[in-house]
């Protein structure tokens, strides 16, 4: 089981990224697919999660409006849009295969993160 998650990078504050997870080894379908970030000297926080079951999303509420998590079923893929980005938003980004659309989990298949920098 392997992900990749893609797509950081500097912005300006205002801003818009679109991060993907990319997976090998395993079918996205059979997994609830949760993005995390972990920014310097903080503790992570789980951001949003798409169901296996039926593609409903959860948000946490620092990027509820301003992000939107997907998943192209087809592609075996997963992404993440990052708009109105802020400078907190600076962040080591991973996409999480698990089961269950738990935000604050620590489980699951964790990949390699991406790195998002937005400056002010």
């Known amino acids: 089981v392997q992900l990749q998650a893609s797509g950081g990078g500097l912005v300006q504050s205002g801003g818009s990224l679109r991060l993907t997870c990319a997976a090998s080894?395993?079918?996205?379908d059979d997994w609830d697919i949760r993005w995390v970030r972990q920014a310097p000297g903080k503790g992570r926080e789980?951001?949003?999660?798409?169901?296996?079951?039926?593609?409903?999303?959860v948000y946490a509420d620092s990027v509820k409006g301003r992000f939107a998590v997907s998943r192209d079923r087809v592609k075996n893929m997963a992404y993440l849009q990052m708009n109105s980005l802020k400078p907190e938003d600076t962040a080591i980004y991973f996409c999480?295969?698990?089961?269950?659309?738990?935000?604050?989990?620590?489980?699951?298949?964790w990949g390699q993160g991406t790195q998002v920098t937005v400056s002010s």
């Open positions: 999480v295969a698990d089961v269950g659309c738990t935000l604050q989990s620590d489980t699951g298949y």
């Open positions: 080894g395993f079918t996205m």
């Open positions: 789980g951001l949003s999660c798409i169901s296996k079951i039926d593609d409903s999303t």
